[in-house]
């Protein structure tokens, strides 16, 4: 079974920038759409925000609102690792991230469930 582990978390200023990563332990990463997630400080368990999503093949991505223009999420198929830059961070982006992969599209391929993969996070604090 397929795990996932983010890492790279930690905690910088606001406006400045950090990159996640998110390895899979996993033969074919291609094979899988891959998505960020984030867990705000005091959610309920098992509630996360959608971040932002990359296809299958790296050439397409979706991001919410709230990162568009900030984040980038890309990924190296051959290192099975999918990273997410993020840029002019700001105190609400403070939160645990987390990955998730999903082998089929089914209605979009940015639309993850609870039959998606899940990995653990990584908390990313943001303050001065």
């Known amino acids: 079974q397929m795990q996932l582990v983010a890492s790279g978390g930690g905690t910088v200023q606001p406006g400045g920038s950090l990159t996640l990563s998110c390895t899979a332990s996993?033969?074919?990463?291609?094979?899988?759409?891959m998505g960020w997630f984030r867990q705000p400080p005091g959610a309920d368990r098992g509630f996360r925000d959608f971040v932002g999503a990359i296809s299958k093949n790296g050439e397409s991505t979706h991001y919410d609102d709230s990162v568009k223009g900030r984040f980038t999420i890309s990924r190296d198929n051959a290192k099975n690792t999918v990273y997410l830059q993020m840029h002019r961070l700001k105190p609400e982006d403070t939160a645990v991230y987390s990955c998730?992969?999903?082998?089929?599209?089914?209605?979009?391929?940015?639309?993850?469930?609870?039959?998606?993969?899940w990995g653990q996070g990584t908390l990313v604090t943001v303050s001065p």
């Open positions: 998730t992969a999903k082998d089929r599209t089914g209605r979009a391929y940015y639309e993850f469930n609870a039959l998606a993969t």
């Open positions: 996993v033969r074919i990463l291609s094979n899988y759409h």
